[in-house]
């Protein structure tokens, strides 16, 4: 199949790109920095870009599409909310919608940040209620997703990994600050339940294969703090380095309202495919193999 994959040179995006190019013909898109993915073509887009959208699709001629591209980053959706909605609402709608007049099925990448975290344990049939613009900007992607390609399929998840150097993102932030021997406060009652983008990526492309549309909640078996998730990173990245002081949860000024407990309940997932989702360990050990390989290729995509 040909594949096409928005925000290709993204966390999730060129993980997707480099397990799929095993079996299928596979394309990725990128805004600002282009990455060079061995038996994979990359091409510029804008998904805001109508025009732009519409020519890239249908001269590639996609059998899926797999929406990746966002602005992720909580604070900027917070200060400025119009772009947020601009690009994970409004460049949803049109790579859904030109993705279903070319017959192509649509997967689109969400967040857990849709709900308040009031309680966690979500399950798809609970009533999303964000509590920052990122999480209404994705819930708003949601939307218009499903009104323009009604046999999409979308994928509520949270997830960590590796950024394609020269960025850095919350793991690399993470260990680099561990081994600085710096003491670090984490949240000792603000939990979630993540997922390695290897793993991640795995699943989505086992949906694909399957053929299947509708909502999923994509996570970890075991959901940790932020607090647990730090300690557990630093036995493995960083171990005895570094103090991590335990601080119950709250707002902090200046950023973003964050919800308190997001995990997701993954139970509809987990019957689909009949076979035990993986633990939050299970991909730090993959990532703790991966960044090793890294070590001396920091142009490497992984």
Request: net charge neutral.
């Amino acid at each position: 199949m040909r594949i096409v994959i928005t925000g290709g040179s993204g966390m999730l995006g060129h993980r997707l790109m480099r397990m799929a190019r095993k079996e299928h013909d596979v394309w990725g898109t990128y805004h600002t920095q282009n990455v060079n993915i061995e038996g994979c073509t990359m091409v510029s887009l804008d998904v805001t870009n109508e025009g732009q959208v519409r020519d890239r699709l249908c001269a590639i001629g996609p059998d899926i599409v797999i929406h990746t591209a966002a602005l992720t980053d909580v604070d900027e959706c917070e200060r400025v909310p119009n772009k947020a909605e601009t690009i994970n609402g409004g460049g949803t709608r049109l790579v859904a919608a030109i993705s279903e007049e070319l017959g192509a099925r649509f997967i689109y990448i969400s967040t857990d940040y849709v709900f308040d975290g009031a309680r966690g344990a979500y399950r798809e049939e609970d009533r999303p209620n964000p509590v920052n613009h990122y999480g209404k900007s994705k819930l708003l992607g949601e939307t218009l997703a499903l009104q323009n390609c009604p046999r999409a399929l979308i994928v509520r998840t949270t997830m960590y990994g590796l950024k394609v150097p020269p960025k850095v993102g919350m793991m690399e932030t993470l260990v680099a600050a561990l081994r600085s021997g710096k003491p670090l406060a984490r949240f000792a009652n603000q939990f979630f339940n993540p997922l390695y983008t290897a793993q991640l990526s795995q699943i989505v492309l086992r949906l694909v294969d399957l053929g299947l549309s509708g909502l999923f909640h994509v996570g970890a078996t075991d959901n940790v703090s932020r607090l647990q998730f730090a300690e557990r990173v630093a036995a493995l990245m960083g171990p005895g380095r570094c103090e991590i002081r335990s601080v119950p949860f709250q707002q902090i000024g200046n950023l973003a309202p964050r919800p308190r407990d997001t995990s997701l309940d993954c139970r509809k997932l987990q019957a689909t495919l009949t076979t035990e989702l993986p633990g939050i360990q299970d991909g730090l050990g993959q990532l703790q193999s991966d960044w090793a390989e890294m070590k001396n290729d920091r142009r490497g995509c992984l």
